[in-house]
């Protein structure tokens, strides 16, 4: 079965950055469509960032120009760096993977807080 599993959330002031990672395993990385989620409470999970097998990328455009996916296929990873942090953006930040058979799988979530 696999496994998405996601850290380097935390509490951060706005304007600042972090960069949250999601390790895979027991999957052929690769060809996995893979995508940063978040969930803000009373609202509904939405999608933040993709990245495709080729490495196209989608944001929302609330997170246009301050966050960026990336992906390591040698190290099984995707990441979302986050700059310029707002309190809109507190979540809890999901890892997503959408294999071609578009079966998809979730990691267990990070928190991030952006607060003073």
């Known amino acids: 079965q696999v496994q998405l599993v996601e850290s380097g959330g935390g509490l951060v002031q706005p304007g600042g950055s972090l960069r949250l990672s999601c390790a895979g395993s027991?999957?052929?990385?690769?060809?996995?469509?893979m995508g940063w989620h978040r969930q803000a409470p009373g609202k509904q999970r939405e999608l933040v960032a993709s990245?495709?097998?080729?490495?196209?990328?989608n944001y929302a455009d609330s997170v246009k120009g301050r966050f960026t996916i990336s992906r390591n296929n040698d190290k099984n990873t995707a990441y979302l760096q986050m700059n310029s942090l707002k309190p809109e953006d507190t979540a809890v930040y999901y890892c997503?993977?959408?294999?071609?058979?578009?079966?998809?799988?979730w990691g267990q979530g990070t928190q991030v807080t952006v607060s003073a």
């Open positions: 027991k999957m052929t990385f690769s060809v996995y469509t």
């Open positions: 997503n993977a959408i294999n071609p058979y578009d079966l998809a799988y």
């Open positions: 990245i495709t097998i080729g490495g196209a990328t």
